[in-house]
């Protein structure tokens, strides 16, 4: 199985300052068709996850633009620009290259 | 809007099955995949398979094979997932969530927490 090693395991920031997340698989997830297959989720609290940026560097529908993703074929990083209140919770990467689809075990984002 | 609705709660007994659903609506049910996710404070979010909600058709992660099986109603827009042999090790919540091929589970329902326990 593909794994996913997230850090750091949590993070506190300033709102209004930025934060990045960094993610790490054990092979690479650039498809042969150009596609690179990692995905960013949020779960906050008391939630379910939900999408943020799909594709490494594609901003899901409604998700602000101070959210970024970008990387390479092993290496990957969730940007957060301007960090709110609304921001906190637990990031999880994930790649949906191969079966089975497996995850980052997240970054807690607080606010300090 | 998309919604995927799920069932409530659980609490079954050791060697039980419990069966979940998740009742989709705001869009074409068949247009898109069904999948399903286990998440655990110890050991994430892991992800069980999915199912081909045209076709019935099922894939499965490797370690859920003979755990979880998949089907689904077509005629009421819900896919369901069956949980057998039923251990302390399955207590978790059990999410489904839209399977898109480009955007892959962007819609999730509410979460099922699954409590196995004598």
């Known amino acids: 199985d593909i794994v996913m090693t997230q850090a750091p395991l949590s993070v506190s920031v300033t709102p209004g300052e930025s934060a990045s997340i960094s993610c790490r698989s054990s092979?690479?997830?650039?498809?042969?068709?150009?596609?690179?297959?990692v995905y960013w989720y949020l779960q906050k609290p008391g939630k379910s996850p939900q999408l943020l940026i799909y594709r490494m560097s594609n901003l899901a529908s409604g998700v602000p633009d101070r959210f970024s993703g970008s990387g390479s074929e092993t290496d990957f990083t969730l940007k957060i620009s301007r960090v709110e209140a609304e921001d906190v919770g637990i990031y999880y990467c994930?790649?949906?290259?191969?079966?089975?689809?497996?995850f980052g075990a997240g970054t807690k984002l607080e606010l300090k | 809007q998309v919604q995927l609705q799920q069932s409530g709660a659980e609490l079954a007994k050791p060697g039980s099955s419990v069966k979940i659903s998740c009742k989709a609506s705001?869009?074409?049910?068949?247009?898109?995949?069904i999948s399903w996710i286990k998440q655990t404070t110890g050991q994430g979010l892991e992800y069980i398979g999915y199912?081909?909600?045209?076709?019935?058709?099922?894939n499965y992660n490797e370690k859920f094979k003979g755990k979880a099986t998949l089907t689904v109603d077509k005629s009421s827009s819900t896919a369901f997932m069956q949980l057998s042999s039923l251990t302390p090790d399955d207590s978790a919540v059990y999410y489904c969530?839209?399977?898109?091929?480009?955007?892959?589970?962007?819609?999730w329902g509410q979460g099922v927490m699954v409590t196995v326990s004598s």
């Open positions: 969530a839209r399977f898109g091929r480009v955007y892959p589970l962007d819609y």
């Open positions: 994930g790649q949906l290259l191969e079966n089975p689809y497996t």
């Open positions: 199912i081909n909600t045209g076709s019935g058709g099922t």
């Open positions: 705001g869009y074409t049910f068949t247009s898109y995949y």
């Open positions: 092979k690479s997830l650039l498809h042969s068709n150009g596609i690179t297959y």
